[in-house]
């Protein structure tokens, strides 16, 4: 089955750039969808389509997906983005979606 | 507003069974694919099955094939998640979520899936 494979942690200073990667097989030949999740909540999707924002996802969350890497770019990184991101795709082969592991991202 | 509120979890023992459901508000709930994602304690999210807005077409993720069951009623604006032979694996909030296309856009708040004897 198809993998996505994304860092356990990122760690940014409050004020810059925050890049996520999630890695899997020709990915940029595929749809990616980003989810943020808050320390218990429940995920809320903060990119669809690469780099398409659901309305009132501010503009600095935007995303791109080539190769073998999508990427999830988070600017002007705030305290209240500190979470858990998760990438995901739809798996045609074998009918089935596929979420990364997450990413925790700390804001320092 | 879209809201989705899941209700039927609780504590399981090993093999036995359980069902889920999800009251969805807001929306036109028969125009969407729906959708069960699952998060073990401290892990990650798991997509676990989804159907189609006729119930005509279902897929599932090969750990649940032939031991869940997903189904809907539009009449209620329902969804439900049947679980037999529940294993120690299966613990975990089970979200309710709308699909459109194949991203998840509305989820629920999830309810705890506990297999423990």
């Known amino acids: 089955s198809y993998v996505l494979t994304q860092p356990p942690s990122v760690s940014v200073a409050p004020g810059k750039t925050a890049r996520i990667t999630c890695g899997g097989n020709?990915?940029?030949?595929?749809?990616v969808h980003w989810y943020q999740q808050k320390p218990g909540q429940a995920p809320v999707l903060v990119i669809y389509y690469d780099s398409d924002r659901p309305s009132g996802i501010p503009e600095r969350f935007s995303g791109s997906n080539s190769g073998n890497t999508a990427t999830l770019t988070i600017s002007r990184v705030e305290a209240g983005d500190e979470a858990d991101y998760y990438c995901q795709v739809w798996d045609s082969s074998s009918d089935q979606e596929v979420f990364g592991g997450g990413t925790k991202l700390t804001v320092l | 507003e879209v809201q989705l509120v899941e209700s039927g979890g609780g504590l399981v023992q090993p093999g036995g069974s359980l069902r889920l459901s999800c009251a969805a508000s807001?929306?036109?709930?028969?125009?969407?694919?729906m959708s069960w994602v699952r998060q073990a304690p401290g892990k990650g999210l798991e997509w676990v099955a989804n159907?189609?807005?006729?119930?005509?077409?279902?897929y599932y993720v090969d750990s649940v094939k032939g031991r869940f069951t997903i189904s809907r009623d539009n009449a209620k604006n329902s969804l439900y998640l049947q679980m037999n032979s529940l294993r120690a694996e299966d613990t975990a909030v089970y979200y309710c979520?709308?699909?459109?296309?194949?991203?998840?856009?509305?989820w629920g708040q999830g309810t705890l899936v506990t297999v423990s004897s």
């Open positions: 807001g929306f036109t709930f028969s125009s969407y694919w």
């Open positions: 979520g709308t699909t459109s296309d194949d991203y998840f856009d509305y």
């Open positions: 159907i189609k807005q006729d119930g005509s077409e279902k």
């Open positions: 020709n990915i940029g030949s595929k749809s």
